[in-house]
């Protein structure tokens, strides 16, 4: 039978910079106010080899591979975070003038996006069985900014997690629950 209280809603928050406890680094990135959710997703690949006997019919599928999908928006337009997962943004500060400070994209290719171990939280909830970390994730990051009416500006933000093949397990993907439970 089914548990009703295993019924969740709510918002959530996303911290980008976690350790092997799932304690935050030094340089961990917070985004705490999103708008319409955090959505996460995984998309596994398949090989599905053919025979003439069955034409275009599978016989077997074969896992090729899986990465999982972090999407939301946030009104949390603060390009300091930008600076830290965004390998061409740079911040600049004024010679002179130290209260001027200006914000540098740049647009070309060959740049490596840098990856850390992340996590989703439900907002205002401790119980860890509800926490999925990321192991080995990358913000990608573009602007959608939008000045109208009856809206307010915002960030989109969609971050990729790839198999870690330094974790335990090889190529461990994500982590639902308590990440400090052993065997």
Known sequence: MSDVNKIYAGPG???WGVDENGVEEP?????DLT??????????????PTTDQTGTAPVDSIVTGTTGAVTFET?????????????????VVDGVDATKVKYQVTGLAGKKLPKK??????LGVTDPSRFIYLESTAIKFDVN??????????FP???TAYPDLNATPRGLLYTWGDITATA
């Open 13 to 15: 928050i996303f911290i």
């Open 27 to 31: 340089d961990a990135i917070t985004i």
């Open 35 to 48: 708008q319409g959710g955090i959505n996460f997703t995984t998309t596994t690949t398949y090989y599905e």
């Open 75 to 91: 009104p949390d337009t603060d390009f300091e975070k930008v600076v830290s997962f965004n390998p061409n943004a740079t911040k």
């Open 117 to 122: 171990r992340s996590v989703i939280k439900p």
């Open 145 to 154: 900014a939008a000045f109208v009416l009856d809206n307010n500006l915002r």
């Open 157 to 159: 933000i969609s971050a």
